[in-house]
């Protein structure tokens, strides 16, 4: 049996990827390589869940704190930093492990990314001018329906943006948002991927980020948050605008107070879970366990399924 060439382990929010990953990363010598699309942004650590360097157990993460707070990152950077950090490790005889939650990413990576023509604010315009007149985004929709059924079919009526984004696409270039993506490519392509995906009852999901969100304020999230402002990060600047920051940065404008807002984070958590969880779904050849990974018995389940792929337990 040839064993993979990287291994994933993916899931919602609170599942216990990154406890799982540095027990898989120990096992199998392995380094991580981050999946998450707010981690790369420096300074923002709380909110965000980095693991410490304490707790890391000695393994190496990589793409984390690699982007200014005022620096744009999306899914192709990723794409390209992530196929270079793997092949660096694969260069050390070391597995790569790419750990996170963040599907779009992990899209990119091992099926690519089509990264389409640049905005055209004109056009844009008049796509948004059209559904005004005829009741809004549904009616782009029923339009959308017309050119392209896929991607019509993936959108939800409702979605302003991204039908605004596919019809932009049909319009500019001739063709269906659909078919540029059929002709895109992974920049990993030739490499065997092995993806774990956990998942676990919504009721630990509930009790999991309702205890989350009461352990970052009480490390100081609102006091982090505060630094980064006095460092001179705009409220402008794209993490701020994510979970968790955007609304404890409403709460510091005084928009409610911390209980609420705690409650809001916790709630806008389970809602976050439960897209993550779709999206994963839709990702072709995962391998699901049922779980958080920071139980034994995950643990033990996720390595003896590694162990059947063909990869040798350094331990």
Not at 48 to 63: A, F, M, R, S, Y
Not at 120 to 148: C, V
Not at 181 to 200: E, K
Request: hydrophobic share 40%; glycine share 8%; proline share 6%.
């Amino acid at each position: 049996m040839t064993p993979p060439d990287v291994a994933a382990i993916l899931g919602p929010t609170t599942v216990g990827k990154s406890a799982l990953a540095i027990a898989v990363a120990q096992r199998f010598n392995g380094e991580i390589v981050n999946c998450d699309s707010t981690a790369v942004y420096r300074g923002f650590d709380i909110g965000t869940d980095k693991v410490p360097l304490t707790e890391q157990g000695g393994i190496p993460h990589h793409l984390i704190d690699i982007v200014e707070p005022t620096n744009e990152y999306n899914a192709a950077d990723f794409a390209r930093d992530a196929a270079r950090v793997i092949r660096e490790i694969r260069g050390r005889g070391r597995l790569p492990l790419v750990v996170g939650g963040t599907g779009l990413y992990y899209r990119a990576l091992t099926r690519g990314l089509f990264p389409g023509p640049g905005k055209q604010a004109s056009l844009r315009a008049r796509l948004e001018r059209i559904a005004a007149r005829h009741g809004g985004a549904p009616f782009l929709h029923r339009m959308l329906a017309r050119t392209d059924p896929t991607s019509a079919a993936r959108i939800q009526p409702k979605d302003l943006k991204r039908l605004v984004r596919a019809l932009e696409v049909f319009w500019l270039t001739g063709r269906p948002l659909t078919a540029h993506f059929a002709a895109t490519a992974s920049p990993i392509a030739d490499l065997r991927v092995l993806a774990i995906a956990l998942r676990q009852p919504a009721e630990e999901t509930l009790r999991r980020v309702t205890r989350r969100v009461d352990q970052q304020f009480e490390r100081g999230l609102l006091d982090e948050m505060r630094t980064l402002l006095a460092r001179g990060v705009p409220e402008t600047a794209r993490p701020f605008g994510g979970l968790v920051y955007r609304q404890a940065l409403e709460h510091l404008h005084g928009v409610r107070d911390e209980a609420a807002t705690r409650a809001l984070i916790a709630q806008e958590n389970r809602r976050y879970a439960r897209r993550q969880l779709i999206w994963f779904r839709k990702e072709p050849n995962l391998r699901w366990f049922d779980g958080p990974g920071d139980l034994p018995a995950t643990r033990v389940a996720v390595c003896q399924c590694l162990r059947d792929a063909g990869l040798i337990d350094a331990s």
